[in-house]
C-alpha cells in the first residue's frame, strides 16, 4: 500500500447539500417540537415539567382512552392497506408487466389517476358517491337490486372506518403498483428467458423468479404503508372532519394529534399535549421501522445483475 | 389446448381484470367532470347521466373563472413543485449516491439519519418552522414552499434511489474509473442514466403530494400572490359550498394540470426504462 488513501472529498460534496437542507428545515424544527412536550402552560410563560404530560397522556383515563381508540383504529387502518392494498398493487403490477401487453402503459397511467388526486377531491367526491342522499352508490345498487345492501357507510359507526381504509387505497394502491412494476421490469430478459427454457412459466414463473428478486421492493412498500399510515389525517380531515365522527369511530393518532395541538370547538389548542402525542407517534414509528431495518431487511437478499 | 390459445385466453383474462380496475379508478373523476358541465338540476336529477345538449352548461367554470385567479395559481403551484422536484432530485440522488457507493465512517448512521425523515411528518414542526420563516423573512414567498418541500421530499428520494443504486453492477463503476473518469463523472455520466426510471418514479411521488398540499401554503403563504392551486380551491369550495357547479368545476380545472404533469413524467418514465434496460 503506498501511504495512506487520499481524502476523499466528494463524498463531502455528495451528501452536503441534501444533509444541510434537511437538517436546518426538518431535524432541527422536529427537535423543537420534541422539547415542546417536555413544557407547559405555566403562570408566566411556559415551565418544565419534565415527563409530567406523558404521565397525563397514559395516565389520566381521559387521554388515554383516546389515545388507545387512536391507535387501535390506526392499527386497523393499517391492516387493511396491507391486506389489501399492496396484494392488489403487487397483482396489477404483474399483469402490467406481462410481456407485448397491449395498452400497458394507459392501464398504468389510469390506474395510477387517483394517486395524484388531493385529498380535497377524494374526499368530496367519495362523499358524493356515497351520501344516502344525493348518492351515485345506491342508485347503482337499485339498479342490480341489491339496494338493500346499501348502508350509509360513511355515518355508521361500525362501517365508517373500514370505507374510509378502503377508499385510501383506492386512492394509493398506485403507489405500490408503479414501485413493483419498476422492479419487475429491472429483471434482465435473460433470467426470464432462462426460467422459460426450463419450463418455468405462468404463476409459478412469477412465484420462484420474480417474487424473490422483487422482496426488497414489497419490503420498501411494506414500511412505506406503515408509515403512512401512521401519519395520515388528509382523508379523515376533510371527510369527517377534526372531530373523526361518528363519535370518534375514525380518529386516528394523526387526527388526535391536530385536535390537540390546534383545539377544535370550545377546547383550546395545547401545543405541549400536542407535542406529547406528537413524540408517542414518533416512538411508535421508530419501533416499526427498527423492526423492518434490523428484523426484515437484512435478511433479504439482493441481487446484483 | 394448444399453447398459443392458452395465451391468449390469458392475454383476455388479463385485459379483463385491468379494465375492471380501470373503471374503478377512473369512475369519481368521472363523475366530477361529467357533472361540472351540466345544469345545477340535471345534476340532482339524474348524476351519471352524460350531458346532453339540453343539460350541458357551463355556468360553474364561469363562475370559477369570474371568481379566482386561477391562472395565478397554477403558475404558483407549477414553480413551487418544479423547484422542489429539481432539488430533492439533484440532492437526493448525490446523496444516495453516497451512501450506496462508499463505505465511509457513519456510513449507516447516515443513512438511518436521513430515513428518519421518511416516518416522521415535516408537519409535526410547522410552530418552528413557521418561527424560522418569520424571521427570515420568507413569509408569503414561495421561497419559503420550496425549502419546506424539498426537505420533505428528501428522505424518501435517498431511501429509493440508494436501494436502486445498489443494484448497478460495481464492474461499470470499476471500468469508468480505471479509464480515469472522476467520481462526479462516474455519478452523472454512468450511474444517473442507469437509475432514470427509479428517478422517475421518485420525482412522480415526490411531485404529488407538493402539489396537493393544502397544510404549508396555508401557514407559510397565504396571500392573494403566493396562494396555490390546492389552497386556491379549497377556499373556493368553502365559500361556494352549496354552489355544485361552481365547485366540481373547480375540481375539475384542480385535476387537470398535475394530471398533465403526471403524464409528461410518465413518458419520462418509459423512455427512462427503455434506456436504462441497454447496458
Known amino acids: ?305 | 389446448m394448444s399453447v398459443a390459445r392458452r395465451s391468449m385466453a390469458r392475454s383476455i383474462a388479463a385485459h379483463a381484470v385491468l379494465i375492471a380496475y380501470v373503471l374503478i379508478a377512473l369512475f369519481p373523476v368521472f363523475v366530477i367532470v361529467i357533472n361540472s358541465v351540466k345544469s345545477r338540476r340535471a345534476i340532482f336529477a339524474d348524476p351519471l347521466a352524460l350531458p346532453t345538449a339540453e343539460t350541458f352548461d357551463l355556468v360553474g367554470y364561469h363562475t370559477v373563472l369570474r371568481q379566482g385567479d386561477f391562472l395565478l395559481y397554477f403558475q404558483n403551484s407549477m414553480i413551487v413543485t418544479v423547484a422542489s422536484l429539481a432539488l430533492v432530485l439533484l440532492f437526493g440522488a448525490m446523496a444516495a449516491f453516497a451512501l450506496s457507493e462508499y463505505r465511509f465512517w457513519g456510513n449507516s448512521l447516515m443513512g438511518l439519519y436521513l430515513a428518519l425523515g421518511i416516518m416522521i411528518p415535516i408537519r409535526l414542526g410547522t410552530v418552528v418552522i413557521l418561527q424560522m420563516m418569520v424571521a427570515g423573512g420568507l413569509v408569503n414567498t414561495l421561497t419559503a414552499l420550496v425549502l419546506v418541500y424539498t426537505a420533505q421530499g428528501l428522505p424518501l428520494a435517498v431511501f429509493i434511489l440508494s436501494e436502486f443504486m445498489r443494484g448497478v453492477s460495481d464492474d461499470l463503476k470499476n471500468a469508468g474509473r480505471i479509464d480515469g473518469l472522476s467520481e462526479y463523472a462516474i455519478f452523472f455520466r454512468l450511474v444517473l442514466p442507469l437509475v432514470r426510471p427509479a428517478m422517475a418514479t421518485v420525482a412522480v411521488f415526490t411531485m404529488i403530494p407538493i402539489w396537493n398540499d393544502l397544510w404549508f401554503p396555508l401557514i407559510l403563504a397565504p396571500s392573494e400572490a403566493t396562494k396555490t392551486i390546492t389552497l386556491g380551491s379549497q377556499v373556493f369550495i368553502g365559500q361556494f359550498v352549496t354552489n355544485w357547479n361552481a365547485v366540481l368545476a373547480a375540481l375539475s380545472l384542480a385535476i387537470l394540470p398535475v394530471l398533465v404533469m403526471y403524464l409528461i413524467f410518465s413518458r419520462q418514465l418509459i423512455r427512462g426504462i427503455t434506456a436504462g434496460a441497454v447496458k
Not at chain 1, 6 to 35: D, E
Not at chain 1, 224 to 241: E, K, M, R
Open chain 1, 1 to 305: 500500500m503506498a501511504g495512506r488513501r487520499a481524502r476523499r472529498w466528494h463524498i463531502g460534496v455528495f451528501l452536503a447539500p441534501a444533509v444541510l437542507v434537511y437538517t436546518a428545515i426538518m431535524i432541527v424544527p422536529l427537535l423543537g417540537t420534541l422539547n415542546l412536550s417536555l413544557f407547559a402552560r405555566g403562570e408566566e410563560g411556559r415551565v418544565f415539567v419534565g415527563l409530567a404530560n406523558f404521565a397525563t397522556l397514559f395516565g389520566d383515563p381521559r387521554w388515554s382512552g383516546a389515545f388507545w381508540n387512536a391507535l387501535g383504529n390506526n392499527a386497523w387502518f393499517f391492516l387493511i392497506h396491507m391486506l389489501v392494498q399492496n396484494p392488489v398493487g403487487v397483482a396489477l403490477a404483474a399483469l402490467l408487466s406481462a410481456p407485448r401487453l397491449r395498452m400497458a402503459a394507459f392501464y398504468r397511467t389510469a390506474i395510477f389517476v387517483p394517486t395524484i388526486l388531493s385529498f380535497v377531491i377524494v374526499g368530496f367526491v367519495w362523499k358524493l358517491i356515497l351520501s344516502p342522499l344525493w348518492g351515485i352508490a345506491p342508485g347503482m345498487l337499485d339498479g342490480i337490486g341489491l339496494r338493500s345492501l346499501f348502508a350509509p357507510w360513511l355515518g355508521r359507526e361500525e362501517y365508517a372506518l373500514t370505507t374510509l381504509a378502503l377508499i385510501s387505497v383506492w386512492q394509493f394502491v398506485g403507489i405500490p403498483m408503479m414501485l413493483i412494476y419498476a422492479a419487475l421490469l429491472s429483471i434482465p430478459d435473460e433470467v426470464i428467458e432462462a426460467a422459460e427454457i426450463d419450463g418455468i412459466t405462468g404463476w409459478s414463473q412469477f412465484r420462484k423468479i420474480k417474487l424473490p428478486l422483487i422482496l426488497p421492493a414489497i419490503g420498501i412498500i411494506s414500511i412505506l404503508t406503515f408509515v403512512g399510515n401512521f401519519n395520515a389525517f388528509d382523508l379523515i380531515y376533510v371527510s369527517q372532519g377534526a372531530l373523526a365522527g361518528p363519535d370518534f369511530s375514525t380518529d386516528i393518532l394523526g387526527t388526535f394529534l391536530y385536535r390537540t395541538f390546534f383545539g377544535f370547538q370550545l377546547q383550546l389548542g395545547d401545543p405541549h399535549m400536542g407535542a406529547a402525542i406528537a413524540t408517542a407517534m414518533f416512538a411508535i414509528i421508530l419501533a416499526g421501522v427498527c423492526v423492518y431495518l434490523f428484523g426484515i431487511q437484512r435478511r433479504l437478499r439482493r441481487y446484483q445483475f
